[in-house]
């Protein structure tokens, strides 16, 4: 029977055309089988710098419009974390550096064990070494990852720290006397018979913003030279897609998902890095971006956990090399379910740090900010130095004559909240290193060489700039040639003479050398004291309220 509008023909010319149709079929399907079952797909979730911040808080992410929005906290990290990994068979977590370090309370109280933890639930698989994982020495960051207690404080109640269960990675960091790296260069996975490694490093220039103490017998080496020594080896073991991650990075000048304009280190580090590299992970600046440089995709995802970056490799099985990449920074929004284990661990910490963290110290007026001026200045740091020469003023404590304080040490505002007060936990989250502070004598001529050093090879967006307290003042000159940039130097409307000695105080962190300021170890009849943190506790207590001290001290 013919059903109306079946069209009619002969039953030959059916089977003819069934045929055809099969075999059309099989020439467009077949190859498209074979070419996805020679695919392996492999979705990559990245961080970087997080510095141990585990609760949401008050963090926000500003979107190029200029609109801030609550972003960030582990929590919902983890979240969106799970999410993100169900749409993939294959998924890993990866982080470029800074996971710990410059801490807030809740984390630096405990060493930082916390955050390890919080790394360790969200599955964490492998973390490069940042500059910060070295702010306690190389001892204290074995510890972290083998595990143990802490060799002055010991365990918290009955329960050995287990270490961290993902593999820090330091292929750069060279013990002098093995001549090896301190921890695996690098990681190798395999995914559905392909593999790839990720290499992991810090930036080469750790020593000069780390304290030398921790990292005697290290050596940091070119990052480029290091990746392109490794990719030989790893070649030979039939690998042929590498990741890098590197905690190194640039600074752009459009959203978070663009690159316009990047300029920084990580530029020339993937122009001279073997083209063997298919993606380069980065941090370090504390940027946003989304790059393709060299015919290979950089990205950064910002800091403190408010980004994450999904990156999309497709590998293919034949030539066991990157086929294809796809990167996306995505904000981690706070409109999700909070991440029930991570909350527990945030609550168990809490109950021990509160008591703590909510003491108020002491009163403010207004918004104190660590934002510079043209000179370099910040209203914070005028305070913090004012705190550490109150500190060691008097003979018996050091008999200091002026204060200097590195910016980099100065690492959150003081916000007007609650009529004023300051609880202990905001300062800590200014001032989190536990550094001690050290009166010494330095001549007026060292004093001068010591400024002149805050412009010896800056790096790009990075301010220098000590701060310096009440009393002191100088000026310096942009254009004037290195070594006779800083002129006009008095104190207490004096000038400064060469030959003449004075009492400095700096922190231990500055007196080892740190941030490169290598004319302080020259300093003599050095006196310890008391940590900046009690230095800023006493000065709250006895001078509240606080007002923003006026600008002025330095001058350009």
Not at 100 to 105: F, H, K, N, R, Y
Not at 430 to 451: D, H, R, S, Y
Not at 527 to 546: I, K, M, Q
């Amino acid at each position: 029977m013919v059903h109306q509008g079946e069209p009619v023909m002969p039953r030959l010319g059916k089977i003819l055309w069934a045929g055809f149709l099969s075999l059309l079929l099989t020439l467009i399907v077949i190859p498209q089988i074979l070419a996805q079952g020679n695919e392996v797909t492999v979705q990559l979730l990245a961080f970087n710098d997080l510095h141990g911040h585990l609760e949401a808080g008050n963090l926000t992410f500003t979107l190029p419009d200029g609109q801030r929005i609550p972003a960030g906290g582990v929590e919902y990290l983890a979240t969106h974390i799970k999410q993100l990994r169900r749409q993939y068979r294959h998924s890993v977590l990866v982080s470029a550096g800074d996971a710990i370090g410059a801490s807030p309370l809740l984390s630096a109280l405990f060493h930082d064990e916390p955050t390890i933890e919080a790394l360790d639930a969200m599955q964490l698989a492998v973390n490069a070494v940042g500059n910060h994982e070295f702010d306690r020495g190389v001892a204290e960051l074995l510890r972290l990852q083998q595990g143990g207690c802490h060799p002055q404080e010991g365990c918290l109640g009955n329960r050995r720290f287990a270490g961290a269960k993902f593999q820090y990675l330091a292929a750069n960091v060279i013990d002098e006397k093995t001549g090896q790296p301190i921890l695996p260069p690098y990681k190798i996975y395999r995914f559905d018979g392909v593999k790839v490694a990720f290499i992991g490093m810090t930036l080469q220039g750790t020593p000069q913003i780390v304290a030398p103490s921790g990292i005697q017998g290290l050596r940091f080496l070119d990052e480029a030279d290091t990746v392109n020594a490794l990719v030989p080896e790893l070649q030979k073991q039939g690998i042929q897609a590498i990741v890098v991650l590197v905690h190194e990075g640039g600074f752009p000048t459009g959203g978070y998902n663009e690159c316009p304009g990047i300029s920084g280190p990580i530029v020339d580090i993937v122009r001279r890095t073997d083209p063997a590299v298919d993606v380069f992970i980065t941090g370090h600046t504390h940027q946003a971006y989304n790059c393709v440089l060299a015919g290979r995709v950089v990205t950064s995802a910002a800091a403190f956990g408010r980004l994450l970056t999904e990156i999309t490799l497709t590998l293919n099985r034949r030539t066991q090399d990157v086929q294809a990449v796809r990167a996306n920074n995505l904000i981690v929004t706070r409109d999700v379910p909070p991440d029930g284990t991570l909350t527990r661990l945030l609550r168990r910490y809490k109950a021990l740090a509160d008591p703590l963290a909510n003491r108020v110290i002491g009163q403010i007026t207004a918004d104190i900010l660590r934002t510079p001026s043209p000179s370099g200045e910040m209203p914070l740091g005028n305070l913090i130095a004012d705190a550490q020469l109150a500190a060691t003023q008097a003979p018996e404590q050091g008999g200091a004559v002026v204060a200097f304080m590195n910016p980099g040490g100065i690492r959150a505002d003081l916000t007007y909240t609650a009529g004023g007060q300051v609880t202990y936990g905001q300062a800590f989250a200014v001032q989190p290193f536990g550094n001690n502070l050290v009166t010494m004598t330095l001549t007026g001529a060292e004093i001068k060489a010591l400024l002149e050093q805050q412009f010896d090879n800056p790096a790009p967006g990075q301010n220098r700039i000590l701060q310096v307290s009440q009393g002191f003042r100088y000026r310096w000159l942009p254009t004037a040639p290195p070594g006779q940039r800083v002129q006009e130097i008095t104190l207490n409307g004096q000038p400064l003479r060469p030959e003449q000695t004075y009492r400095v105080t700096v922190n231990s962190f500055l007196a080892d050398g740190g941030d490169n300021f290598t004319v302080l170890r020259q300093g003599r009849d050095r006196l310890g004291g008391v940590t900046d943190l009690a230095a800023w506790e006493a000065y709250f207590r006895a001078h509240s309220p606080l007002s923003p001290p006026a600008l002025g001290r330095i001058l350009n």
